[in-house]
């Protein structure tokens, strides 16, 4: 049907192309009948022969009656026709009509007609929402739903095109004005928008929309469908989608709205004992309205291929919140426990929880039709009150067999029975009169209704009146226990007890409710909430001082009832995963090593890790803990990262980022307990090197800053007990390093990494060079770690000597790694080390471009890790802006403006990325030589003193005042516009600081100053905040 229905759409909107074109393509008769008669028989069969039955005498009509004196009359008639057109088949005439009209007529009808059916699909005019009748709302939607799918189908078989069509003296002034701006668009699109948004919060259009899109989804979703343009179905999609984007918000905000409603219901009916109507004409309006716009949303979504919304949220949360808790101590048996001390034993549970159908009870007794002695109905009734009194002595689910057999259910039998309830005496038969209702509930449900309003209404005047009826007390217990009484009634009571508990006898009613009921209140999820808040009612009552004594024993002894210090579980949250977390969890923290890698990663491999979020997570999670994993699994763990390097780089960009933060974020906290956690971060993070996922340089990064880090100005000091996170007796960072180093197979690379494609010989260029630049960072590194030794008492742990010593072992083959006796040694070494530091910066810098591996390449690890960065603690000094005073000379300044001519020549020619970087390099340069400077200075003071004993004590390394580079910034003399510094100088063993003017306008002048006034706003803010803590 689809397919043929296709086929003529295809043919009519060639036909009717035609037409609009000029070509007369509708065949009539040679002579037409023009009579009077015939021409007002054709307007009246037009208004009712728009239907399957009739169209065929219509058509032949059009072909041989003459109609253009009455084409006005046609026209109302047939607009009034399609507003009844609602049927597929229906549908089908109507095409077949109109477009016989259309090919006939043309401009003549098809304007009008558009102009008509706009008319009767616009939306009313609403001053405000009363103005609104349910009777003209219906036949509203009626119409815009029929006449909108007409309108689907007329502009696809080509007789409506857009509102330039028609003429626009003709177009009545309110369509003009709604329209006008959109004359141009297609008039399918135009009318679809504005349907979409007239009161979509009302959702009286909903069902307009849905029909549309039920007939013609096939041609607007597929794209093989030709019958729409390419352009026109787009559009169409879009609206959809951000329609069902409104619907959805609209769908989730009713739905809160429900549950505000409800709750707020719930809390007057508590509050008042009755439901309220105002509200609850209110909640019915918005469920009804919540149903209508989930229906739809529902339809969208699957229609549109649109994920849809979780309708179940809320249950879910509810359903998985007694897994929310894990029992620790259990004082019970087994199957006491499952009592939750509601219950004295099972026998009670199951009493009050097994409630057998009537039906069950009729189809499983066998009663033996026995007459009774008497025939009246009223002797009947008395003998089955009777054994009802003994129901002790008697099967319960005999007498509810006997009751209904004696097929009495009247309004006089009711009666009798609510009276032997209320004139009964015996309490310890009132839960089977409970029961015996519960089972009978469907056929007594007007009794029970009866029964619950006459003990509230006792219940009530009990509560303001100096008399106590436990039985009707009891018996309203009983009730709650077999839920059957509204539950707006049972907190009403608690509440108004509650609220009045030092009235006489409130006390008193409300321990016969909590010991009765309480345990059961609280248990039950329907009622858990609202009894919780009752508990914390009743608790602040207990905190008033107009309460005697007697009144708050009494009500501690009520709160033990509900909460007994026995059944107090202790509770720890866990966290929920869904059963395919803990598949993934399960695979990489506990089933992966080296011999499950293979098969681990296949599956891996089967995650839509772009596309599944949960999955993505919980991946995420296992590589940024590793210490969850065993230890000996971690190289297995970085195998599988490497996994995902291929495809998913931001799984590696975001595990090494996690890493990174997690080992400063160990630095900071200095928390001994989280040792192994940090061995585990530093042990993965040297196993990515090995894979080749991360550079040497990052490693070198990362030692200086775990040496480094939280000393002032990233300069570790001998004995500086001062930096409480790194104190002289603490070598923990030592073993950090230690473990880095040892765990790294060999800083030698032997193979080019890079994406780029290169020559062999500069393949092995690249490799050699890169070698070469490892070995000059491990020397300088090593070299500083001996001086960071240095720092630290001593003797070392044996421990951290045998690390070391392996350490210095491992890499005796590296000519740059030595191994010093003294911090004399080891400072001039450094001091050497700045010699080459540029010449080794500069070729790593060069070679960046062609070498950088996947962490520094594709993964732009720049947002978290300096790759300018050799060391944190040669890079944050304060003067940053000072040029190699070390070898600088008196005319030094004339060199320099040289240089910078030459350079400014240079970067003229090179192209700006370039020019930036070989900028940075230079200043990275500059930080790295003059803080090595400050190390050599300082350590060449303290070594020029004796040492006392043999022994190294306590080394004091202050700052000689001649050293700082600004010393004094003041006025030059006669000259206001120069700034005084201090320059540092060494020839031989002397040092000597000369002064040097600088412009007050220099750049370096500038950051000095304004560092200096920084400096100043600090230390004043400090003293500020310090004054306000002591006041």
């Known amino acids: 049907m689809s397919s043929e229905l296709d086929n003529r759409r295809k043919e009519l909107l060639d036909l009717n192309t035609k037409a609009w074109n000029g070509e007369h393509v509708y065949k009539v008769a040679a002579k037409l009948d023009s009579s009077l008669k015939k021409n007002t028989a054709f307007i009246k069969k037009i208004k009712t022969g728009v239907n399957s039955d009739q169209y065929k005498s219509v058509l032949k009509d059009i072909e041989t009656v003459s109609i253009e004196k009455y084409l006005s009359e046609v026209i109302v008639n047939l607009v009034e026709a399609l507003y009844k057109v609602s049927k597929s088949d229906d549908i089908l005439a109507a095409i077949e009509i109109v477009s016989a009209f259309h090919q006939r007529f043309t401009t003549l009808f098809t304007p009008q007609l558009l102009i008509h059916v706009l008319v009767g699909i616009s939306n009313p005019v609403r001053s405000h929402q009363s103005d609104i009748d349910e009777k003209e709302e219906q036949s509203r939607i009626v119409r815009q739903r029929n006449l909108l799918r007409l309108v689907g189908e007329f502009y696809i078989i080509g007789v409506f095109r857009v509102l330039k069509d028609c003429n626009k003296d003709s177009?009545?002034?309110?369509?003009?004005?709604?329209?006008?701006k959109q004359a141009s668009e297609p008039i399918l699109i135009v009318v679809i928008k504005d349907l979409m948004n007239f009161e979509l919060k009302s959702g009286n259009s909903l069902s307009v929309i849905q029909s549309f899109l039920k007939r013609f989804q096939n041609i607007i979703c597929n794209d093989d469908n030709v019958l729409l343009s390419f352009e026109v179905r787009n559009v169409l999609v879009?609206?959809?989608?951000?329609?069902?984007?409104?619907?959805?918000?609209?769908?989730?905000?009713?739905?809160?709205?429900?549950?505000?409603?409800?709750?707020r219901n719930n809390k007057a009916s508590i509050r008042t004992g009755r439901i309220l109507e105002e509200i609850q004409v209110e909640l019915d309006d918005v469920k009804s309205r919540y149903e209508k716009f989930k229906s739809t949303a529902e339809f969208l979504s699957d229609t549109l291929d649109i994920p849809p919304l979780n309708w179940n949220l809320d249950e879910e949360d509810t359903k998985q919140e007694p897994d929310s808790v894990v029992e620790l101590v259990k004082s019970k048996s087994l199957n006491e426990d499952d009592l939750n001390g509601v219950w004295e034993d099972i026998k009670e549970k199951t009493f009050y929880t097994v409630i057998p159908s009537l039906g069950e009870i009729m189809d499983s007794t066998s009663m033996e039709n026995s007459k009774s002695v008497s025939s009246k109905d009223g002797e009947r009734i008395q003998d089955f009150l009777n054994r009802l009194e003994d129901v002790g002595a008697n099967d319960l689910e005999q007498l509810v067999v006997e009751f209904n057999n004696l097929n009495l259910n009247n309004k006089a039998t009711k009666n009798r029975i609510m009276r032997f309830f209320i004139e009964t005496s015996n309490v310890s038969n009132l839960k089977y009169y409970a029961r015996f209702l519960k089972i009978n509930e469907i056929n007594l449900s007007d009794l029970i209704e009866e029964l619950i309003t006459y003990l509230d209404k006792g219940f009530r005047h009990q509560l303001y009146q100096n008399k106590l009826n436990f039985k009707n007390i009891l018996f309203f217990v009983e009730l709650i226990k077999f839920k059957m009484?509204?539950?707006?009634?049972?907190f009403h009571k608690i509440r108004t007890l509650t609220l009045n508990i030092s009235a006489t006898n409130n006390i008193d009613i409300l321990a016969v409710f909590y010991e009765n009921v309480g345990r059961f209140l609280m248990n039950e999820p329907e009622y858990k909430?609202?009894?919780?808040?009752?508990?914390?009612?009743?608790?602040?009552?207990?905190?008033?001082?107009?309460?005697?004594?007697?009144?708050?024993?009494?009500?501690?002894n009520l709160l033990l009832i509900v909460n007994p210090p026995a059944n107090t579980k202790v509770q720890r949250e866990k966290s929920t995963l869904s059963l395919k977390q803990q598949f993934i969890q399960r695979l990489i923290r506990v089933e992966l090593d080296a011999k499950s890698v293979p098969v681990i990663i296949r599956l891996l491999n089967k995650l839509h890790i772009q596309t599944d979020e949960e999955s993505c997570d919980t991946v995420l999670d296992c590589f940024a803990h590793p210490e969850l994993v065993?230890?000996?699994?971690?190289?297995?763990?970085?195998?599988?990262?490497?996994?995902?390097?291929?495809?998913?780089?931001?799984?590696?960009?975001?595990?090494?980022?996690?890493?990174?933060?997690n080992i400063i974020r160990g630095l900071e906290l200095n928390d001994y307990r989280m040792n192994r956690v940090r061995m585990s971060q530093i042990k993965l993070v040297a196993e990515l090197y090995n894979k080749k996922i991360v550079q040497f340089k990052l490693l070198n990064d990362l030692l200086y800053r775990i040496l480094c880090s939280g000393h002032p100005n990233n300069q570790p000091l001998p004995n500086n007990w001062e930096v409480e996170i790194d104190l002289p007796d603490n070598y923990f960072r030592i073993q950090l390093c230690c473990l880095l180093l040892l765990s790294i197979k060999s800083i030698i690379v032997d193979s080019d990494i890079s994406p780029k494609k290169k020559s062999p010989a500069k393949q092995a260029s690249d490799l050699k060079k890169k070698n070469e630049i490892n070995k000059e960072l491990l020397g300088v590194f090593t070299t500083f770690l001996q001086y960071y030794i240095f720092c630290k008492q001593t003797p070392l742990p044996v421990e951290l000597q045998f690390k070391l010593t392996d350490l210095f072992a491992k890499y005796e083959?590296?000519?740059?790694?030595?191994?010093?006796?003294?911090?004399r040694e080891v400072v001039q070494k450094l001091q050497e080390s700045i010699q080459t530091k540029k010449e080794v910066e500069s070729q790593l810098m060069d070679d960046e471009d062609d070498d950088d591996n996947i962490a520094d390449e594709e993964l732009d690890y720049d947002e978290y890790i300096d790759p300018e960065d050799e060391d944190d603690s040669d890079g944050d000094d304060d003067d940053e802006e000072e040029e190699d005073d070390d070898d600088s000379s008196d005319d030094e300044g004339d060199d320099e403006d040289e240089d910078e001519d030459e350079d400014s020549d240079v970067e003229n020619e090179v192209p700006e990325p370039e020019r930036v970087r070989i900028e940075e390099a230079k200043k990275f340069s500059d930080d790295i030589d003059k803080e090595f400077q400050k190390i050599m200075i300082e350590s060449y003071n303290i070594s020029a003193r004796p040492q006392q004993g043999g022994a190294r004590g306590k080394l004091n390394m202050p700052v000689p005042r001649q050293v700082l580079v600004a010393n004094e910034i003041k006025n030059n003399g006669n000259d206001s516009s120069k700034v005084s510094f201090g320059l540092l100088t060494r020839s031989g063993k002397k040092t000597n600081v000369k002064q040097l003017n600088l412009p007050s306008d220099n750049k370096f002048a500038e950051s000095i100053l304004k560092e200096k006034e920084h400096q100043r706003q600090d230390r004043q803010k400090i003293m500020n905040l310090v004054l306000q803590m002591d006041n």
């Not at 177009?171 to 006008?180: C, M, N, R, T, Y």
């Not at 495809?647 to 990174?660: A, C, P, Q």
């Not at 083959?813 to 911090?823: A, L, N, Q």
């Open 171 to 180: 177009i009545p002034h309110e369509l003009l004005l709604k329209f006008g």
């Open 238 to 263: 879009q609206i959809f989608s951000i329609y069902s984007k409104a619907v959805f918000d609209i769908t989730v905000d009713l739905k809160k709205r429900v549950k505000q409603l409800t709750e």
């Open 485 to 490: 009484v509204p539950i707006h009634l049972i």
């Open 529 to 556: 909430d609202l009894m919780v808040e009752m508990i914390e009612l009743l608790k602040e009552k207990s905190k008033k001082s107009n309460l005697k004594i007697n009144d708050k024993l009494a009500i501690n």
């Open 630 to 661: 065993n230890y000996d699994n971690l190289p297995a763990l970085a195998e599988v990262l490497q996994m995902y390097s291929k495809n998913h780089k931001k799984i590696v960009v975001y595990t090494i980022d996690t890493l990174i933060e």
């Open 813 to 823: 083959d590296v000519s740059t790694v030595k191994r010093y006796e003294t911090i």
